[in-house]
């Protein structure tokens, strides 16, 4: 069943329903049915959300459906499309992934030529349909839809000064205060009260917004989260204006990439064109390097560089670092594959899938009776034995995190007739949990954190074990400068925040 909320739609009071879709489906990565059951305890890190925006457009919802199409990977807990008209600002948001929410009948209730769009994975708030966004507030300055990526660090103070002076918060999600500080902004224009609210707030913030006329897009002045503009052009007619998280959404969209906002920039786009002012400058720029790790797909530009690039440099990196005697190179699937190409290539070994993914391991399943062991890993991968049996492997992933995972994969590798199995990392070691907008273990749920390399490795029972050094992970995403990596380092770019001062994601929905 899929939950959705309807707000400000012509023809309807503002209401939730719950819609029951033709096949019930079950997501373990959210939580839901059979499959959290049995399924991982150590997940890949989640990066919260995407974003979309559409400006000039006659059919402005399908095209954000589109983007956010290709933005599921960024999240799959909830997604929602605000479009406006020039009158009238509606928006429909839901609980599941895009294809689910928005189907035929209900894009054709979003018309207009502007629309913004999300898709959620929750880092802050309730995971509630309430939270998922873009978020509608009713304010002194009008109706304003926002929709945003990151994590705002200094929310607590700002939050309650906003309520000694009056505001009512309908969620608890973080991105409502942007609103509200704008709505309570004294500034005599909405670009001013929106400048100036974003420079009273601190962490990372990449964000869309609109009201009945416009389209505005900013981000945070270190550009912690990645947010790109490009244009479809229309012959005979004004252009189409898209902004987007990731430069993969154009492609869908067939608009041509144009230039990332930059850290610090609020853009403006009305009926005359687009505008641009730089509310806040020289802050020294941290965009998440993790976004060429893992988050971003690998035909996205990020940060002004080809993520496929960044991820082909890790592997030959790694290669060059930590290379030992092998008979095949195995990546585990998907987030693994770009950087076992690079170290493949670099070393000279064949490169082979010897894990097999199952992408369909959302859909219902019936536990078996009897318990299997590591059963959430088996139904996700399986290993292709006669690639495996007899050969000394080396195993390329993206990350380790609890390490459980990593440890079932190496006993399934081991399983299949593997004579040694060797874990290569294509990052350092993540030692300490992320603020800006990454879905994070606390300190002491990270293994790194905790144990030494050799202890790691005899946790996950590998021959060996190997990570990207950090001056090799900055080689492979072309500078040394520029980037985050507090959660290998430990050392934070903005003021220190406990992790249990940020409000706990909770999947009460």
């Known amino acids: 069943m899929t939950r959705i909320l309807y707000q400000g739609v012509a023809g309807t009071i503002d209401v939730s329903e719950v819609l029951r879709s033709n096949q019930e489906i079950c997501h373990p990565e959210r939580g839901e049915g059979p499959a959290s059951r049995a399924g991982e305890d150590d997940p890949k890190l989640h990066e919260e959300c995407g974003v979309v925006a559409i400006h000039g457009h006659a059919d402005a919802a399908r095209q954000v459906y589109l983007g956010l ?4 990977h960024r999240g799959q807990e909830s997604g929602g499309i605000a479009t406006a008209d020039g009158h009238r600002l509606a928006n429909i948001k839901g609980m599941g992934l895009i294809s689910e929410i928005f189907t035929d009948d209900v894009l054709q209730k ?3 030529d502007m629309a913004i769009g999300h898709t959620r994975y929750s880092t802050t708030g309730d995971s509630a349909l309430l939270n998922a966004q873009p978020i509608r507030v009713e304010s002194t300055k009008g109706l304003i839809a926002i929709a945003h990526n990151g994590n705002l660090v200094n929310l607590g103070n700002v939050r309650a000064r906003l309520e000694r002076d009056g505001a009512y918060f309908q969620t608890t999600s973080d991105s409502e205060i ?3 500080l704008i709505a309570h902004s004294r500034a005599g224009t909405l670009v001013d009260a929106i400048a100036e609210s974003l420079s009273q707030i601190d962490g990372a913030f990449s964000i869309v917004m609109m009201t009945r006329d416009r389209v505005f897009a900013a981000r945070d002045p270190r550009g912690f989260r990645p947010l790109s503009m490009g244009r479809i052009r229309n012959p005979g007619g004004r252009d189409t204006i898209v902004f987007a998280s990731e430069t993969c959404a154009f492609d869908l969209l067939r608009a041509e990439y144009e230039r990332d906002v930059l850290p610090g920039e609020l853009v403006m786009v009305t009926e005359d064109g687009v505008t641009s002012r ?5 802050v020294e720029q941290t965009s998440c390097i993790f976004e060429h790790v893992y988050f971003a797909r690998p035909d996205s530009r990020i940060y002004g560089r080809w993520v496929q690039e960044s991820r082909d440099q890790m592997g030959r990196q790694l290669a060059r670092e930590s290379h030992v005697p092998s008979d095949v190179i195995v990546p585990v699937p998907d987030s693994g594959v770009t950087a076992a190409l690079g170290y493949a290539e670099e070393a000279g070994v064949p490169f082979r899938f010897g894990l097999i993914r199952n992408h369909y391991v959302g859909r219902t399943f019936i536990e078996p009776e009897q318990r299997v062991r590591d059963f959430g890993v088996k139904l996700k ?15 390329i992933d993206d990350s380790i995190i609890r390490g459980t995972t990593s440890r079932k994969i190496v006993r399934m590798v081991r ?3 593997a004579k040694e199995v060797h874990l290569r990392i294509s990052c350092p070691p993540t030692i300490s949990p992320c603020f800006y907008g990454v879905d994070t273990p606390s300190k002491r749920d990270l293994i790194a954190a905790n144990k030494t390399i050799d202890e790691i490795r005899q946790f996950i029972e590998a021959d060996s074990l190997a990570y990207l050094s950090l001056d090799g992970l900055y080689q492979a995403c072309g500078s040394n400068t520029g980037y985050c990596v507090a959660c290998y380092t430990g050392n934070y770019p903005t003021q220190w925040v ?8 909770t999947a009460n929905a």
Do not use: C, M, T, W
């Open 110 to 112: 979003l018309p207009g």
């Open 278 to 282: 730089q509310y806040s400058s020289g």
């Open 415 to 417: 399983g299949a007739g």
């Open 178 to 180: 942007i609103v509200q």
């Open 381 to 395: 991968l399986n290993p292709v034995r006669n690639l495996l049996e007899g050969k000394r492997v080396i195993l």
């Open 69 to 72: 199409y290709a933005l599921q």
């Open 498 to 505: 406990d992790v249990e001062d940020i409000l706990p994601a």
